[in-house]
């Protein structure tokens, strides 16, 4: 079976095929506009991906080396996300879905996220947890099955990605932050600047992140300009440091309160070396099994929604023409 996958939820236009559970093609267009801005501007990505996403569509089939007739079905995100971004993959799916006569099926950005791991690393075994940490989400599920999940975890303010695309602007770094705070890192001190590693009351489980840009705004705010670019890079080791340590601590956490040593972390913050530097080191430490996606498919991409469809279009299960996009979908 040849599934294709379309992803438009925020601002990579992605789309993949999928034959027999694995990804031929995945073509992720990054829309660099955004930069400029600091952030991604939902009119802009809605444009952007309207002026690609035939581009990208026929670029992932002909890699797929396959012909557009052979194609059985088509997998989309249909939420979370940007509404109007959503709209553009969405009804471009079931534009195709009827023109070629084939079934269409809507998925779940962050179920999407979570296969980005089921489908590279079939070792892990059910119950596992699954830390999704991206943009927009930073929560812990407890996975028992495809399809059956408990959210364990979420944060209270921002998403640790947001804490990074935060910090990274007010260090006078670009966007998207994650990527730039980790290469300006490189060779500092995590341990410069003693930042906070916030918990929330009566939940052990929570994140926030809102008051590490807060102590990051204070901290820098009376730093004279030669100072703080002498140590740019250690103040931007300590930031990092303390939003993997609190990352970090919920795992543990919840892997030895739940008993359950298998995890699976996925989302673009999933690509940080730092974090995946200390989440081997926890491994070893307490026994865990910690999975990282590969790098291609940690940020957003089609070949995970793609693979999501796989699985459910296998046992027949479709969307209808009356589906709507979702903004705010949960798991
Ligand atoms: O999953 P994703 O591509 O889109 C959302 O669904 O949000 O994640 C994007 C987020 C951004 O906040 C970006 O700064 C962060 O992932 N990110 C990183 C790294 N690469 C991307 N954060 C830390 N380190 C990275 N290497
Ligand atoms: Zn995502």
């Avoid at 971004?85 to 195709?96: H, P, Q, R």
């Avoid at 590969?294 to 589906?323: H, Q, R, W």
């Amino acid at each position: 079976m040849i599934v294709l996958g379309i992803e438009s939820s925020c601002d990579e236009t992605s789309a993949s095929i999928v034959k027999d559970n694995r990804i031929i093609s995945n073509i992720i267009y990054s829309q660099e506009v955004h930069s400029k801005f600091g952030g991604v501007v939902p009119e802009v990505a809605s444009r952007e991906h309207q002026k690609n996403i035939t581009f990208v569509v026929d670029k992932a089939i002909k890699e797929a080396n396959i012909d557009i007739n052979m194609i059985d079905a088509i997998a989309v995100t249909y939420g979370a996300g940007l509404k109007g971004a959503l709209l553009v993959g969405l009804n471009f799916a079931k534009g195709m879905s009827i023109a070629l006569d084939i079934p269409y099926i809507g998925i779940n950005h962050l179920e999407g996220h979570l296969f980005s791991n089921i489908t590279d690393n079939s070792n892990l075994n059910y119950p596992f947890i699954s830390l999704i940490v991206s943009g927009g989400h930073t929560q812990i599920w407890k996975v028992d099955s495809i399809g059956n999940y408990t959210l364990l975890a979420n944060t209270v303010d921002d998403a640790a990605g947001e804490a990074f695309d935060k910090g990274a602007r007010l260090l006078g770094l670009g966007y998207p932050g994650g990527p730039e705070i980790q290469k300006v890192s490189d060779g500092g001190d995590p341990n410069f600047i003693e930042f906070p590693r916030p918990t929330v009351k009566n939940n052990k489980f929570n994140f926030s992140f809102s008051g590490l840009k807060t102590a990051l705004m204070y901290k820098i705010k009376n730093m004279d300009d030669s100072y703080k670019s002498n140590n740019i890079h250690h103040i931007a080791s300590s930031y990092q440091e303390a939003i993997v340590d609190s990352l970090l601590d919920r795992i543990k956490k919840i892997s030895i309160e739940y008993k359950i040593s298998d995890i699976s972390i996925a989302g673009g913050v999933a690509a940080n070396t730092r974090f995946r530097f200390k989440a081997d080191q926890l491994s070893s430490k307490l026994n865990l099994n910690i999975y990282f996606p590969p790098m291609k498919l940690c940020t957003d991409n089609a070949g995970m929604i793609a693979m999501a469809g796989y699985e459910k279009i296998s046992n027949n299960v479709f969307s209808n023409f009356d589906l709507e996009a979702n903004p705010n979908l949960s798991l």
